[in-house]
T-cell receptor
Framework: AQSVTQPDIHITVSEGASLELRCNYSYGATPYLFWYVQSPGQGLQLLLKYFSGDTLVQGIKGFEAEFKRSQSSFNLRKPSVHWSDAAEYFCAVGKSNSGNTPLVFGKGTRLSVIA | NAGVTQTPKFQVLKTGQSMTLQCAQDMNHEYMSWYRQDPGMGLRLIHYSVGAGITDQGEVPNGYNVSRSTTEDFPLRLLSAAPSQTSVYFC???????????FGPGTRLTVT
């Protein structure tokens, strides 16, 4: 079965600093990969997704992520963090060769932004 | 489109009570799922469905039942509520495997 690891439970960055959130997955074939964001008390919103093609994908709110097959990683980046980016971020993986398998989510990384 | 809707938003139950969390989507999505979210645990899959009449268990199915009689609706039933079921519950849907998953706003359930 596929699995997702987000090694960082909590990250604090200064406003304006760059950000990288790590995501590692376990899956034998090319996966479908997603990053979601959850603001306090809210549901989950899709930031970006990777299915195939260009390994650098652009998302909403200035986020991007890079799929690295050799490292089984799909790290999320943003060059300059805004205070409104404070939220919880979830990486998710889906199987590309199975029609019946739901997404598996990591445990999340909580991002705090300080002035 | 309303997207994925969930009712109620908040619910307090006593131990042993039963209830149904409602979930509906108006996007004609085949795939629907129920997750629970607990601090430090991320989202854990309870049950999912790949179409009307087809359901399967996820990671944490005990104490919950589901059915899928229509494409639009996917209710989650708590048979006999326990304090361990205190959580935030999210319903989600997607068109196919190669599409994004849309989430409802969640139901915050407290069992006393």
């Amino acid at each position: 079965a596929q699995s997702v690891t987000q090694p960082d439970i909590h990250i604090t960055v200064s406003e304006g600093a760059s950000l990288e959130l790590r995501c590692n997955y376990s899956y034998g074939a090319t996966p479908y990969l997603f990053w979601y964001v959850q603001s306090p008390g809210q549901g989950l919103q899709l930031l970006l997704k990777y299915f195939s093609g260009d390994t650098l994908v652009q998302g909403i709110k200035g986020f991007e992520a890079e799929f690295k097959r050799s490292q089984s990683s799909f790290n999320l980046r943003k060059p300059s963090v805004h205070w409104s980016d404070a939220a919880e971020y979830f990486c998710a993986v889906g199987k590309s060769n199975s029609g019946n398998t739901p997404l598996v989510f990591g445990k999340g990384t909580r991002l705090s932004v300080i002035a | 489109n309303a997207g994925v809707t969930q009712t109620p938003k908040f619910q307090v139950l006593k131990t042993g009570q039963s209830m149904t969390l409602q979930c509906a989507q108006d996007m004609n999505h085949e795939y629907m799922s129920w997750y629970r979210q607990d601090p430090g645990m991320g989202l854990r899959l309870i049950h999912y469905s790949v179409g009307a009449g087809i359901t399967d268990q996820g990671e944490v199915p005990n104490g919950y039942n589901v059915s899928r009689s229509t494409t639009e609706d996917f209710p989650l039933r708590l048979l006999s509520a326990a304090p361990s079921q205190t959580s935030v519950y999210f319903c989600a849907s997607r068109r196919t495997l190669a599409h994004e998953q849309y989430f409802g706003p969640g139901t915050r359930l407290t069992v006393t």
